[in-house]
């Protein structure tokens, strides 16, 4: 069954009478694994206290768009990163409006324009304001650059009317906004990710690694999942949790993740290199702790394997995606390093700036193949790893 673990669902709640729903709504995307977080308008609070939605989705309620505290701590462009969904229900007439003139007069409407999250709305409305002509183009504007709709129902209205304009169920909201991330793109392909560092031992206690924390590649092992390929994960050591219906295969150094990437291979149609595999390794490794001695010492290293280079070079040669990090001219080192590695795409990482990249929730990259390119803004990277899976997924399309 799909569900929404590792998702973070931004809930926008707008001012109508079904925003008492939102308190159920909150719980059933809990249920389903969702982290959730809670903006509500002026309007909305007529309706519900945000003490509610606090409560129930155990973070702090936005309702404020110039707010110093809320700022030094989560502000609205950090929500719109932080989130996978942006999900409003209900989207009143008036919040519709707003957002189909990309209006930012309230912290739900600027965040609406400033995250790169996909949009699920469930209006709710007056029947007849939901068949206004000025509600139908509304609609289709917002329909046209993307957003989503679920409902609203037909039925009985608050104000006595009968017709369509209820708020969906908040069941059936969840489970709409679950099925929004089962795409299907990848539906029954074979993808190997690798992710994290690589450990190249020393002596006993003592290795050769770098700063990466899995993050990235994890995420793209999601969303390759959520996509319906069957994922298997191979990682170098990281504290993170596997995401469901992935098989994950642990490794330390570059030399077991080569093998452990070969092995697989003739079942893997898709192969994403997403791991900081170490270029170098220590010659030797010594068997007993090495002793503090003189002030300088040298440490022969030997280079590692390439292990993208290799699997493209194999004769099962899966669609392979390399990464590339880089601190200076990124898409230009990208670019020759899908040529030389003889790649199908790459994903340039600039790695310069600290809040992108290396152990870092968010990231901005460009992913670039031999016809076109595109840049995925700034966003937590399960919406960079969406974006990336899209791509491989568009790409082996318009290669068959
Ligand atoms: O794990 P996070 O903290 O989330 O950080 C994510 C990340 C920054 C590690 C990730 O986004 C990233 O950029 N991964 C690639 C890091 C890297 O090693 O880049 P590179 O430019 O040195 O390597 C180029 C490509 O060759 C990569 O696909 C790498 O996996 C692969 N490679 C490198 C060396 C080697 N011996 N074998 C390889 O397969």
Redesign the pocket.
């Known amino acids: 069954m799909a569900h929404l673990f590792n998702h973070n669902v931004l809930l926008g709640v707008s001012g109508g009478i079904a925003a008492y729903k939102s308190a159920e709504l909150v719980r059933q995307l809990q249920e389903r694994g969702a982290s959730v977080r809670v903006i509500m308008t002026h309007g909305a609070q007529e309706f519900i206290t945000p003490l509610t939605l606090q409560a129930l989705s155990g973070n702090p309620v936005h309702t404020e768009l110039l707010d110093e505290k809320a700022e030094q701590g989560m502000g609205h462009i950090e929500l719109g990163r932080w989130a996978d969904l942006l999900l409003i229900a209900p989207a009143t007439a008036d919040l519709i409006a707003r957002l189909s003139m990309g209006r930012a007069d309230d912290l739900l409407t600027t965040v609406a324009l400033a995250t790169a999250a996909p949009l699920l709305l469930a209006p709710a409305m007056n029947q007849q304001m939901w068949k206004d002509p000025a509600t139908i183009a509304n609609i289709a504007t917002l329909s046209q650059r993307g957003a989503q709709m679920i409902g609203p129902a037909s039925g009985q209205q608050a104000c006595g009317d009968t017709g369509p304009g209820r708020m969906e169920e908040p069941s059936i909201i969840a489970q709409a906004a679950t099925e929004l991330f089962a795409t299907g793109e990848l539906a029954g392909k074979r993808i190997v990710i690798?992710?994290?560092p690589t450990r190249e031992a020393l002596d006993p206690i003592r290795y050769i690694s770098n700063?990466?924390?899995?993050?990235?590649?994890y995420a793209l092992a999601q969303a390759a999942a959520d996509a319906g390929a069957i994922t298997t994960l191979v990682s170098g050591p990281v504290n993170l949790t596997p995401p469901d219906h992935v098989q994950l295969l642990c490794v330390e150094t570059?030399e077991q993740m080569l093998n452990q990437c070969l092995a697989l291979l003739p079942q893997c149609d898709i192969f994403i290199?997403?791991?900081?595999?170490?270029?170098y390794r220590p010659a030797t490794i010594q068997e007993q702790k090495i002793k503090k001695g003189p002030q300088e010492v040298s440490l022969p290293l030997v280079r590692?394997?390439?292990?993208?280079?290799a699997v493209s070079a194999s004769k099962h040669s899966p669609y392979t995606v390399?990464?590339?990090?880089?601190t200076n001219d990124v898409v230009s080192y990208a670019r020759a390093?899908m040529e030389r590695?003889g790649l199908d795409m790459i994903?340039a990482?600039d790695?310069s700036d600290p809040s992108i990249?290396?152990?870092?929730d968010d990231?901005s990259v460009t992913v670039l193949w031999r016809t076109g390119e595109h840049t995925a803004e700034r966003a937590n990277?399960g919406t960079i790893a969406r974006q990336i899976v899209t791509l491989i997924a568009q790409q082996i399309d318009s290669a068959s």
């Open positions: 690798t992710a994290g700063n990466s924390s899995g993050k990235m590649g570059a290199a997403c791991a900081a595999v170490a270029d590692n394997p390439d292990i993208v280079a390399g990464f590339a990090a880089e390093k590695k994903v990482n790695v990249g290396f152990n870092s990231n990277k």
